[in-house]
């Protein structure tokens, strides 16, 4: 990823002779801004009629003006304030955001009902936990990272530390949705998110400090510097104008900033200011979850944004490059996220409807007995897909949220059924789908 120039300003409009800067006023009244292109990407397109690409680009510029919202509270080093143009495609990213991760109509009863959604979330925790891991660097694979997190392993290795960080702060994140942002809050999930995983334990749960060298961005490749982070005598009182946004009534200072458009402005302004001696990008990311559950979106919880961040980074990442190059315009940040949120929506129903249909077939296929919970039904579900699965206790626990005792009492039936078989691998059992497992479950 390569740093960008700065844009052309729309200050430079005043330096065009009267006819052409004319045209720029009449050609904005009027321009497709629905791509929401950026002067990198329309330098190389052909204008329309009459207008040279440096014109085109400040009728843009003059467009997105009428509509900006800007955040005097949140500011780049030199002071200028974060924009946002309202764009239709995040208007309508808001809404359908409203729609489906406040609410409880869209979804299957099985998501609804208190008594079965544990087990999606679990699962939705350990993919955000895994993928935010991996996106910043960590060393594994998904299934030995889920082994470790369902069967309650200590970590053996600083890339799994760091997965398992990323779970308990998503763990602390529910606990903390009714709370306001405070500094300790913050610096409390960092210390979670760091824990044992940095060159510098000591950095763990503080602000860089004064005089320390701040931690800049850097292209691996070319070793470019690609953000250079406020000083760090601007950190405190950058921080406090942070939390003051973040706790901020949905109406403030005479201007509305939708929810949704609030959390994905903390995220980026956070790994702007870059506070932390690293662990920046994850903190902001557990930012954007709280400040989404804080705000009613219950269903943010089951949502892994940093799964399809990691599949594809590099929209990601020149969206900060975007609105740093373009005197704050934080619409390519806000544009970004938006699409991210409404396919990992998407995601989380298709999932829902796999596990609802395949929990519907297990259920016809048993539906001769009428003594198994919807926990003994999900593991039966999933060891007919997974023969050689192993589950203990503790994985079993972990992926309800039940106690040790209810799960012990979960397998055990399902061994006296004759469906798994208990191994002793030394002071642990270990229980594993019998062979023919399909067969065994028909009515004979």
């Known amino acids: 990823m390569k740093a960008l120039p700065k844009t052309p300003s729309i200050s430079s409009l005043w330096g065009l002779r009267e006819d052409r800067r004319a045209a720029v006023f009449e050609t904005s009244l009027t321009l497709d801004d629905g791509e929401y292109r950026h002067w990198e990407e329309l330098r190389h397109r052909q204008p329309p009629a009459g207008l040279s690409v440096e014109e085109w680009w400040l009728a843009l510029k003059l467009k997105r003006s009428y509509g900006a919202l800007a955040f005097p509270t949140l500011t780049a080093s030199n002071g200028r304030p974060l924009t946002v143009f309202r764009h239709a495609r995040i208007d309508a990213g808001m809404a359908r955001m409203d729609r489906l991760l406040g609410g409880q109509l869209a979804l299957p009863e099985t998501v609804r009902n208190e008594a079965t959604r544990d087990q999606y979330l679990a699962s939705s925790l350990m993919e955000e936990a895994i993928h935010s891991s991996l996106f910043e660097g960590a060393a594994s694979t998904r299934e030995v990272a889920k082994d470790m997190l369902r069967s309650a392993r200590p970590p053996i290795n600083r890339d799994e530390r760091m997965i398992l960080n990323n779970y308990r702060a998503m763990e602390r994140i529910r606990e903390l949705r009714q709370e ?12 979670i998110l760091t824990d044992g995983t ?14 320390e060298a701040r931690i800049r961005v850097i292209d691996d490749r070319t070793n470019r510097v690609l953000h250079e982070p406020p000083p760090a005598e601007q950190l405190p009182e950058r921080l406090d ?8 009534d949905d109406i403030h200072d005479g201007q509305f900033v939708h929810p949704v458009l609030r959390s994905i402005l903390l995220h980026f302004q956070l790994a702007y200011d870059h506070p932390f001696y690293d662990g920046n990008g994850r903190t902001a990311r557990a930012l954007f979850y709280w400040s989404m559950l804080r705000r009613g979106y219950w269903l943010a919880e089951f949502l892994s944004i940093s799964r399809l961040l990691y599949v594809d980074r590099g929209p990601y990442l ?8 373009d005197e704050q315009d934080a619409t390519y940040f806000v544009l970004q996220q938006i699409g991210v949120l409404e396919s990992a929506v998407d995601e989380l129903f298709e999932y829902v ?10 259920r016809q296929l048993l539906s ?3 003594d198994l919970n919807h926990r003994q039904l999900a593991l039966l579900d999933h060891a007919l897909r997974k023969p050689d699965a192993e589950y203990t206790h503790e994985s079993h626990a972990s992926s309800h949220r039940i106690s040790i005792v209810t799960a012990r009492s979960d397998l055990l039936r399902l061994v006296e059924f004759g469906w798994l078989r208990q191994l002793r691998r030394g002071k642990r059992f270990v229980y594993m789908p019998t062979r023919n497992l399909e067969a065994r479950l028909r009515p004979r």
């Open 180 to 191: 306001p942002l405070s500094l300790e809050l913050l610096l409390e999930l960092h210390r």
């Open 198 to 211: 940095l060159d510098k334990p000591e950095c763990a749960g503080r602000f860089q400090r004064p005089g």
């Open 241 to 248: 104008r942070l939390i003051a946004f973040a706790n901020a």
């Open 318 to 325: 020149r969206a900060y490059l975007y609105t740093e190059s």
């Open 353 to 362: 409807r796999r596990k609802s249909e395949a929990q519907r077939q297990v």
């Open 368 to 370: 001769h007995r009428g």
